[in-house]
Each structure stands twice: as C-alpha cells, then as structure tokens.
C-alpha cells in the first residue's frame, strides 16, 4: 500500500477553496462563467471570454462529469518533490475535460501502466485521500 500521507497537501486559497471542497466531496467542481458560459481551470478572477469580473454568481463553480481524454502525457523520474517517491516513475497526464474544447486539468495517473496511457484515450477522474482532511482528483481509463 501506497503511503499517501506523505504526498504535498494543497494549500487552498479564496480563488481555488471551491475546487478543494469539491474534491473533499468526491466531486470535480471546475469554475465557470454565469454569463458567457466558458469554464475555467485554474479559476481566474475575471473571465477572459466577457470581461465579467469574479464573485460567486457570475464565476461559480460547478460539478462536472469527470470524463474526458488524454490531451498530453509525461513520465515523472524526478526525486526533487518528496512524498512521490513509492509510485516513481508516475504518469502525469493533461485531460481534455468533455464539457468544453480546451478545458484542461492536469493530473497523475500512477495506476495506470505508462504503455497504456496515449492521446485521445478515454479517461475518468476518481479522488485519494492523502490526509489531513484532503483529496487530490486523478485519473483512470475508462474500461470499454
């Protein structure tokens, strides 16, 4: 078994504390414009589509499917960040969420054999608990 609580934990802030909690939940919540409808991932203060400026009814955050395909791909060797060390090497990979074209997040993958992870395969979040009340969101494929 894997010892998570060694991993990093988030440090939220007022902008990214919404992303968290709904990770805590076991959701992925992603920040989106109430008026021009295009998400955002990290949030941003003011919506660069419109020029809304940010407050919880114009850029909320809401839960989306968690669904989406390998953008990019990388293999992490790197040693420098402890807490990873018992998954070295791990894949972290960018996903292309379905809900909007360029919506992406970045992610790990260390379950996932590196042989199998390749550009537009179908991938699905899941969230760890590494402690101290937090969970990150990662991803698997999706079985067919």
């Given at each position: ?18 992303f968290?909690d ?6 992925l ?5 109430q ?44 040693t ?15 996903v ?20 199998e ?10 969230f ?6 937090m ?10």
């Amino acid at each position: 078994m894997k010892d998570l609580a060694k991993r990093p934990i988030p440090i939220p802030n007022a902008l990214t504390q919404p992303f968290w909690d709904g990770a805590k939940a076991d959701k992925l919540v992603i920040q989106r414009c109430q008026l021009c409808h295009v998400f955002y991932q990290p949030p941003v203060d003011v919506c660069m589509d419109c020029l809304a400026r940010g407050n919880t009814s114009t850029l909320s955050f809401e839960t989306v499917s968690g669904k989406g395909v390998i953008y990019g791909h990388t293999l992490v060797h790197d040693t420098r960040l402890g807490g990873f060390e018992e998954i070295l090497p791990y894949p972290v990979v960018l996903v292309e969420l379905e809900e909007q074209k360029g919506l992406i997040l970045n992610a790990n993958m260390p379950d996932t054999d590196p042989s199998e992870i390749h550009s537009d395969v179908p991938v699905e979040v899941y969230f760890i608990d590494i402690g101290s009340g937090m969970k990150l969101p990662e991803f698997r494929l999706v079985n067919s």
